[in-house]
């Protein structure tokens, strides 16, 4: 800062030079100005800053903290999620992309962490020649270990929810076959068709700063009701929920009655190699019961 400020005073016109700066002076000086953006610029797009550190970027802030551990003062790190901001839901800026286009590295989470337009994009706008790293995806290759989270049973909520798996058929693309999901493109939309039952459905996320996404909801508007053995019926569009390959995800149930109620699920896969797609059904059929106790809740799944 010093060195910079001392320039501009010796730059400065002192009061017996104060006379206008001549036209062949002036255009003598913009070809200078010209060299420094170029060559300013020709820095910045080959992963590096005007004061020459290595222009990185990654996902997450945690992953943005450890690389400026690492790096110090040799390397300028942008995380692309603010902090505070929800991973499993924020999508890039401009700004964001911009700062892909000039990194030299870039770091994910992956394991479905982020949401697969950001890792999209990074894939997308990382100049060539530039790394990307999934950090959770290969970390066990360097001494690093996964701890798997395994859910409490005795939790006194309703958690059944929704899981993509199997793998792609051997007559998949080798180049697909090697992508990781957070890469893929390939996902299961699934959505309730149909609910036959005494009162209203509900099945939703919350995500993690309370936003509602919504899987079913029975009374939807612009759904239609019907009635079959004297039982309420509602089919349309109820809402849907779309999963990438290999994940899962949590729903919260809500009955507004006591009784047998049945759901039509469909599963559609989307962007799914050839070979691998087709158009799966399930009935869902829940047995709600009011009790003195806490309401007692059984699920049965069957195939069409």
């Not at 039952?197 to 309370?210: D, E, M």
Request: hydrophobic share 40%; net charge neutral; aromatic share 6%.
């Amino acid at each position: 800062m010093s060195s910079r400020g001392s320039r501009r005073q010796s730059c400065t016109p002192q009061r017996s030079l104060e006379v206008p700066l001549s036209r062949r002076a002036f255009l003598g000086f913009l070809p200078v100005c010209a060299a420094l953006s170029a060559c300013t610029a020709q820095n910045t797009s080959s992963g590096f800053d005007a004061d020459g550190r290595l222009q990185v970027v990654a996902t997450t802030p945690i992953l943005a903290d450890v690389a400026r551990a690492v790096g110090g003062e040799r390397a300028r790190v942008h995380a692309l999620i603010p902090n505070g901001a929800d991973p499993h839901s924020y999508e890039p800026s401009l700004r964001d992309v911009r700062d892909v286009a000039y990194a030299r590295l870039a770091f994910t989470n992956g394991l479905l962490l982020e949401q697969r337009k950001m890792v999209a994009m990074v894939s997308s706008n990382l100049p060539q020649g530039s790394a990307q790293v999934a950090v959770a995806e290969r970390i066990e290759q360097y001494g690093g270990k996964l701890e798997p989270v395994v859910e409490d049973a005795s939790l006194d909520s309703i958690w059944l929810g929704l899981r993509v798996e199997g793998t792609e058929p051997s007559s998949a693309s080798a180049s697909h076959s090697a992508e990781s999901p957070s890469d893929s493109d390939a996902s299961v939309a699934f959505s309730v068709t149909r609910v036959k039952g005494p009162g209203q459905v509900a099945a939703f996320i919350t995500q993690t700063f309370g936003a509602v996404e919504m899987m079913c909801d029975s009374q939807a508007r612009g759904t239609q009701e019907s009635a079959q053995d004297g039982v309420r019926v509602r089919t349309g569009d109820m809402g849907s929920l779309e999963l990438p390959l290999q994940a899962h995800t949590h729903l919260s149930w809500a009955f507004a009655d006591a009784g047998v109620y049945e759901l039509d699920v469909l599963a559609t896969p989307r962007n799914a190699p050839e070979g691998c797609t087709r158009h799966r059904e399930h009935c869902m059929s829940w047995w709600v019961k009011t009790l003195p106790r806490p309401p007692l809740v059984w699920v049965q799944i069957r195939p069409f």
